[in-house]
Structures are given as structure tokens and as C-alpha cells.
């Protein structure tokens, strides 16, 4: 993206730079990209999906009342995904809060469902005012990079690890996957037409069949999503228990992963015009039941391992396609994802987000803030939970709070 294609950072809300046409779209788009938005996809469709049905089974939501949650983050997600990626010309993937869903499973055990749905629309509500005030952007420039990306680092720790227990807990499916990703990786000239993950990916999938692991067991429900309604109904114990902590994973939490992840990629992020979309569609997905909108980390993370940076918005465009497909297909698609064994999921996750800890960890450490990166990345991977806030939250503030306190040089050679 060159200098005049960039979003004005001046403006309140970013303009876009000059749209591509279809024919401008299918130029810039390659196989590197179209893998880059399928193992994006892959990610999202898997391990998050079964944080959605274990929340949704314990929160004793029925099976339609699922289905429909997860129409909603996928299909409506990838719509606004296709279309600001394509308007913006960058990687802009924008799904559902993890954490926020997290939050929901306790919850659900007191409060009804139409309940929740109340404070999905009044939390929608507040992200889209705050957006609307211009304010994001100011604050999120105002966090030190290398404390933001201590924060990313403290997240992404987890692919790592979960990546090193796989090799462990089944060799016959992570072991060819590793060794596939390395061998490429270290053959460049081999990289250049089969990008590793690529590789890692095939590995998997033969591993897969090979050793009959795939449990595949149709249960004779519908193919297609039928989204259900939701009405909300307001309640105060619900907008004190969830608005403000749904706030702050959407704008905090996924959206400063999000913002950080694009930034080391060397994308200009439209901060505010982000925060203004993700508060407009929370209001729209909580129709469907879903949890509020974010502009994901992890996702956006996968969407820029590789590839030229201008190129990129057709990974967004792709995971947000496919995205639509899965939500329409919810319920033969999160069968079948759920069928493939775990280590599949992780190695493949943690091999993608190699490169992306990689980079996080020389940004958090690399230069300035140093010692307030490294409090944000170990409060952020201890996984404490304050007030029903988790770990990267607290971790952003504390290492905000030493930078302030001990690293005041650093903002003046800023």
C-alpha cells in the first residue's frame, strides 16, 4: 500500500484508499493467499467453535439456538470481512470474542438467554459510541508498541506450547506435519512454490487418512443454518455483569491484537472506522444470538505469514468468503472440523503462528520498554482473571502502569 493509498490518519474515520475492481481482486490474489485465508478459517472453525458449544451445552441453550450463535459470528462476520477488506485493500478479519464467550458460560447459568442477548445489543451500542468519538485511535497510539506486542506474545504463547504437547501426545499426526514445515522452510527454493504451512497442511490431512483418525459420525440433522431470532430482553444484573467486560475484550483486548498483529505487518489499520463496524455488527449478530464482533488477533496473524503486504486484503477477502460458506453450512461443517483430532488443529495452528510469536517477541523486546514488555507478556500468559477481566487485559494495564513508573525515559526518546 503506498503513501497515498493509506488511510488519512488525520480524519476522525479513515478513508479508504482508491477500491479495486473484480478484475484488480483476482490479480493481486495467488494460491499463498487463498491457503493463508483456508488455514485462518481452519483456526476459527475448530478450537473456537468448541469454546462456542461447550459454552452453549453448559449454558443450556439447545441445539438450534447453537447453530444460529454460530451462523452469526461466521456468516455475518465474513460479509462485513469480504467487504471492508476489499474497500480497505488489507487483511481486516473480523470474527467474535473469544473471551467474551468465555465470559457468557457463567452467565447462562443465571441469567436467560434473551438476557445475554440484551447485553450483546447495549455492548454493541457502546463500542459503536466510543468509535464514533475518534477517541480509539488516540488511545491505542498512545499504549507503547512493545507493550502491546508483550501483550500479543503472552497470547500467542499458548499455539507454542500447545504446539510442542501435540508432537507429544500423537506423533503419527504432528510429527510428519513438523517435519513437512521444516523441510521446506529450510529449502527455500522449494518455499517459494509450496509455502510451508501448505505443506504442513497436506502432511496433516495424509496423516489423517493414513491412520484412520478421522471421526467422522453424521447425526442427521439439516445441512444449512436456520438462524433463530433473538429477542433481547434487558435486565441490570446482566448490563452490570457483562456490557463493560464484553467492552473491553471487544475494544481492548481483540482489537488491540488485532491492531498490533496488522501494525508489525506494516498495515495502516483504520482504528476507528474498525471500532464503529465492530459496535454496528455486534447489534446485528446479537439478532442471531452471537456474541459480540472484534477484529481478531489470531486470524489476522495467519492472514499476513506470507505474501507481499499489498497483496494480502485477498486473504481477508478469501477467509471472509469462506467464512460465509461455513456459517451457511454450520452444522456439517462444525461436524466435521470437530472430527479431526486435536493435535491436527494444534500443530497446524502452532506451526502457522510461529513466525507471528517470532516477530512479537523481537517487538516486545527489541529496543525500548523492555522490562514493561516482559510484566505485560507474564501477566497476560498467567491467565489471571480480575473481576471476570482476563489476562491480557490486566497484563496491557500493569505494563502500562511500570512504564509509567520506570521506563519514563522511554517515552521522552519516543
Not at 40 to 53: E, H, N, W
Not at 110 to 125: D, I, M, N
Request: aromatic share 8%; net charge neutral; proline share 6%.
Amino acid at each position: 500500500m503506498t503513501t497515498t493509498d493509506r488511510p488519512d490518519a488525520k480524519a476522525r474515520f479513515e478513508r479508504p484508499p482508491a477500491v479495486h475492481g473484480p478484475r484488480g481482486v483476482l490479480r493481486d490474489s495467488g494460491p499463498q493467499y487463498l491457503v493463508n485465508g483456508l488455514v485462518g478459517l481452519i483456526f476459527a472453525a475448530t478450537g473456537p467453535v468448541a469454546v462456542i458449544l461447550a459454552v452453549g451445552v453448559q449454558g443450556g441453550l439447545d441445539q438450534r439456538q447453537i447453530a444460529s450463535w454460530i451462523f452469526g459470528v461466521f456468516f455475518l462476520n465474513g460479509v462485513l470481512t469480504v467487504v471492508v477488506s476489499w474497500v480497505y485493500r488489507q487483511p481486516l478479519a473480523f470474527l467474535w470474542t473469544i473471551p467474551g464467550t468465555v465470559l457468557i458460560g457463567p452467565a447462562l447459568s443465571h441469567l436467560a438467554p434473551a438476557e445475554v442477548v440484551g447485553a450483546y445489543v447495549v455492548t454493541g451500542v457502546l463500542v459503536l459510541v466510543l468509535g464514533l468519538t475518534g477517541w480509539i485511535r488516540a488511545a491505542m497510539a498512545a499504549i507503547p508498541m512493545p507493550v502491546v506486542m508483550g501483550m500479543v506474545a503472552g497470547v500467542f504463547l499458548g499455539f507454542g506450547t500447545g504446539l510442542a504437547r501435540a508432537v507429544t501426545d500423537d506423533v503419527a499426526i504432528a510429527v510428519p506435519m513438523v517435519v513437512v514445515f521444516l523441510v521446506l522452510t529450510a529449502w527455500g527454493a522449494a518455499a517459494r512454490r509450496v509455502p510451508p504451512v501448505v505443506g504442513a497442511l497436506v502432511a496433516g490431512i495424509v496423516a489423517v487418512a493414513v491412520t484412520g483418525s478421522f471421526r467422522y459420525e453424521p447425526d442427521g440433522a439439516s445441512l444449512f443454518a436456520a438462524p433463530v431470532l433473538a429477542v433481547p430482553t434487558w435486565s441490570w444484573q446482566a448490563m452490570v455483569e457483562l456490557v463493560v467486560p464484553l467492552a473491553i475484550t471487544v475494544i481492548v483486548v481483540q482489537n488491540g491484537q488485532g491492531v498490533a498483529v496488522l501494525r508489525a505487518a506494516g498495515h495502516d489499520v483504520p482504528v476507528n472506522v474498525a471500532t464503529v463496524l465492530c459496535g454496528a455488527w455486534s447489534v446485528l449478530a446479537a439478532g442471531a444470538g452471537a456474541v459480540s464482533t472484534c477484529l481478531t488477533g489470531p486470524t489476522n496473524a495467519l492472514l499476513t505469514v506470507s505474501g507481499e503486504r499489498e497483496r494480502q486484503y485477498t486473504a481477508g477477502i478469501a477467509c471472509g468468503l469462506l467464512a460465509m460458506a461455513f456459517g451457511a453450512l454450520a452444522p456439517l461443517f462444525t461436524t466435521l472440523m470437530l472430527a479431526t483430532p486435536p493435535a491436527f488443529v494444534a500443530t497446524l495452528g502452532g506451526l502457522a503462528m510461529l513466525k507471528v510469536l517470532q516477530a512479537a517477541f523481537v517487538a516486545a523486546f527489541g529496543h525500548r520498554f523492555t522490562f514493561s514488555a516482559l510484566v505485560t507478556f507474564v501477566v497476560t500468559a498467567s491467565g489471571v482473571t480480575v473481576l471476570n477481566i482476563g489476562g491480557p487485559f490486566w497484563g496491557l494495564v500493569t505494563g502500562c502502569v511500570v512504564a509509567l513508573l520506570v521506563e519514563r525515559g522511554d517515552f521522552r526518546a519516543s
